[in-house]
């Protein structure tokens, strides 16, 4: 069986430097490219002897890479080789240099080379010039170490002189691996601005490539551009990809979007190093001193260790320049010697896109932010199940490796909305990216950053709302080109109740819709009838969202430690007559109650509530946490009922008439448990059937059955394309209401 990760060795820290898979004598280590694009070992638990090597092995278990670093040096050196070898090199030719010393003693030379098709890097080992001229230059993405660490170890062994040149944490697990010192082992750790997916460099030179055949790749190319990070390809056929270091995109996506995660956080980023020697580009020296720059190539140069002195003590004489300067005169240009390199907000887009997209529109959406889905509802509302709502449709998106962010919603008169909105604002921008605040008039400009908007379940398409919201449930801000999906949208009740033209608005913006369907079967009616759209019925999202997203929730809750058994009790709209059916379930089931009211209503429902065992400020991680924890459950909630199902507890439901009764009899019709709901409390006493178990077989069947169709359905009408054309009439009809609710803001304001 392979994982991606080990007990010992966490994905989150490792660097990939493949200490552990040198050192595993079993072969049960293989380093394979993740999703994104970078090396992880992969183990394969029944080869696995249990000898500990790889935790041995690697910098990060115990944090060993401390016990390596050298103390910070004050001063750094500027150093230049001679003209011709400066300009096959990516600055100051230093590793050339200190490579050649090492081979002219008989030694080996093991660093990182291209492979013959450019596609990939690996590190190896040479003993000869013609291996050396290979590890030149700048190889802008993470490098695979394969074997060399044994490699090393053997030359180690023989007696012979090894140069290691790597970015910090390859020299940290190289140390590691061998376990003690060796004498004639030198280091050469480079300026490492983090390290780039494979995969984000195969698809832009691919996609540069056009289907030419690849020569060379050179991201240090002196010949066209002197000193500089321009992106050259050079091709069979003659041409060349030649862009400047400004103008190359590449350039862009190495500076936080295209960077391994463990980069972000690097310990290796420090002028605490790690190598004997570090090397790296003296930019912008001439800021220092103006004679240290002929724009050939400067090196940057540490002396970390008394064996680095002495190794570049052999190849002082052959510099053409070598002066000392204090170190602060580097770090303003090279920040990587003093803090890691800043992961960008967009890197979660780039490596969204990166496969389905290719890089350079990968890069667009890293650098834009666009969102494949605008959530547009109640996700703020002051209710559980609204709320929790919209925590299940998001991870639904989020598992079908889509990227949703959920709208905030303004008033036409530009008041707030409740004090409790704010919290479950900041409990979503816990999971889920959240927009800024827009005026009304402003919720246009949501088109820039998402490819699609889509209404989702509970209440939605209510006449009252338009007063508040206006037509926003309709989706009369998006573009008329955009995709528009309704899943599950709930009317409220049997049909719309609003005016004729309330009606001839919503049917002209829902006729632009591509997708729509809706939670209750009564909503296909009225979408047929009111609006002249056909909908289909779908699954309430919270059905389809795995119940581990629910558990995380649950878990954070101080009620999870419980282990009294009690009754559940969610009561939206509390009366004496739901007070006396709830009494009867108590002494029933001869336990505890504990009571939940309604979120937004709680101080007047408390007033109402008589009977006690109410319990105060309930967050939703309580609320999940209360259902999953109860033996039995009572309530006049829909969403309510709905965790109860998919907590599997058997329930009471007191359907709640005054908030829409149709959502209940869809639901208890589609999962045939009808004899579990009373339309009055007053059926509930001395009535003990109503108590029977719930037949969890029959319901998990059905509930399976209909999350196929409905995350079927979505997963149809979010790939599908959106081959819409443009719509005068909708255009118009947008600009008349963008007109009039500007009028209302004024007004509201006068």
């Known amino acids: 069986m392979l994982r991606i990760e080990h007990e010992v060795i966490k994905k989150h820290i490792c660097t990939g430097c493949g200490a552990c898979y040198n050192a595993c004598p079993a072969g049960a280590i293989s380093m394979c490219y993740d999703l994104e694009g970078f090396l992880h070992p992969v183990f394969d638990e029944t080869k696995c002897v249990g000898c500990g090597l790889c935790e041995r092995a690697c910098p990060e278990c115990g944090e060993k890479w401390k016990e390596l670093c050298h103390p910070p040096k004050e001063t750094c050196l500027a150093a230049m080789a001679e003209d011709t070898l400066r300009m096959v090199s990516s600055s100051g030719g ?108 195969q698809s832009f030179v691919q996609e540069s490539a056009k289907g030419r055949r690849i020569k060379e790749v050179n ?85 970390n260790s008394p064996k680095g002195e002495h190794l570049f003590e052999r190849i002082r004489e052959k510099l053409k320049l070598c002066r000392e300067a204090p170190v602060t005169a580097a770090t303003p240009y090279n920040g990587q010697l003093v803090r890691p390199m800043q992961l960008k907000p967009g890197r979660k887009f780039f490596f969204h896109h990166l496969e389905k997209d290719g890089f350079h529109k990968a890069l667009w959406y890293g650098q834009k932010y666009r969102y494949d889905v605008g959530l547009v509802g109640w996700w703020f509302a002051a209710n559980y199940g609204s709320v929790l709502t919209y925590y299940a449709l998001g991870n639904v998106l989020q598992d079908m490796d889509l990227l949703p962010i959920l709208i905030r919603l303004p ?200 009977s006690g065992d109410v319990l105060d400020q309930v967050t939703i991680e309580d609320f999940l946490s209360l259902i999953r924890g109860c033996r039995f459950l009572v309530s006049d909630s829909h969403h309510g009922i709905c965790f109860g199902l998919i907590y599997q507890k058997n329930f009471l439901c007191i359907a709640n008439k005054g908030r829409g009764l149709t959502r209940f009899e869809s639901l208890f019709n589609l999962l045939e448990i009808r004899e579990h709901m009373v339309k009055e409390a007053e059926e509930i006493p001395d009535n003990e059937e109503l108590l029977r178990e719930v037949n969890y077989e029959k319901v998990n069947t059905i509930l399976e059955r209909e999350k196929k169709v409905s995350l079927g359905w979505l997963q149809e009408a979010l790939e599908s394309p959106c081959e819409k054309q443009y719509d005068a009439t909708l255009y118009l009809l947008r600009k008349i209401n963008e007109l009039e609710n500007l009028m209302d803001g004024r007004k509201a304001k006068e």
């Open 219 to 303: 991201f240090r190319d002196k010949s066209r551009h002197g000193w500089s990070t321009p992106s050259v390809i050079y091709f069979e056929d003659g041409t060349v990809l030649d862009l400047p270091w400004n103008k190359t995109p590449f350039n862009t996506a190495f500076h936080g979007i295209m960077n391994r995660k463990c980069c972000g956080k690097c310990h290796y980023a420090s002028l605490g190093r790690v190598g004997d020697i570090t090397l790296g580009d003296f930019w912008q020296v001439h800021k220092w001193d103006p004679s240290c720059n002929d724009w050939k190539g400067t090196s940057l140069v540490l002396l």
């Open 411 to 610: 008033k036409k008169d530009g008041t707030g909305w409740e004090k409790i909105t704010e919290e479950n604002i900041s409990f979503m921008s816990r999971y889920f990216p959240i927009s800024r605040e827009r005026k009304f008039e402003e919720l246009g400009e949501c088109n820039r950053f998402c490819d699609a908007f889509m209404t989702g379940s509970d209440q939605l398409w209510v006449s009252s709302y338009i007063k508040s919201v206006g037509y926003t449930f309709f989706l009369d801000f998006v573009d008329d080109r955009k995709k528009k999906i309704a899943y599950a949208t709930s009317l409220g009740y049997e049909a719309f109740e609003g005016t004729e033209e309330e009606c001839v608005r919503a049917s002209a913006f829902l006729k632009n819709f591509d997708w729509v369907s809706v939670r209750e079967i009564s909503g296909v009616d009225a979408c047929r009838k009111s609006f002249g759209v056909e909908a289909v019925r779908m699954l309430d999202p919270v059905f389809l969202c795995e119940r581990g997203h629910y558990d995380i929730l649950a878990d954070a809750s101080a009620h999870t430690q419980e282990k009294e058994e009690y009754l559940l009790c969610y009561i939206l709209d509390p009366t004496p007559e739901k007070e006396r059916a709830i009494q009867y379930v108590q002494e029933k089931l001869g336990i505890l109650k504990k009571v939940i009211l309604d979120m937004k209503t709680y101080d007047k429902s408390r007033e109402i509530w008589k």
């Open 94 to 201: 230093m590793f050339t240099l200190l490579a050649l010393s090492v081979l002219e003693m008989g030694g080996s030379v093991c660093g990182a080379v291209y492979a013959d098709d450019y596609m990939t890097v690996y590190h190896t080992v040479t003993k000869d010039e013609a291996g050396l001229a290979k590890m030149r230059g700048s190889k802008y993405v993470q490098s695979d170490t394969k074997e060399v660490y044994s490699e090393i170890q053997k030359c180690l062994e023989e007696g012979r002189e090894v140069l290691f040149s790597g970015c910090p944490c390859q020299t940290a697990g190289l140390y590691t691996f061998l376990g003690k010192p060796y004498e004639k082992l030198y280091t050469v750790d480079l300026v490492c601005h983090g390290a780039n997916s494979v995969s984000a460099y």
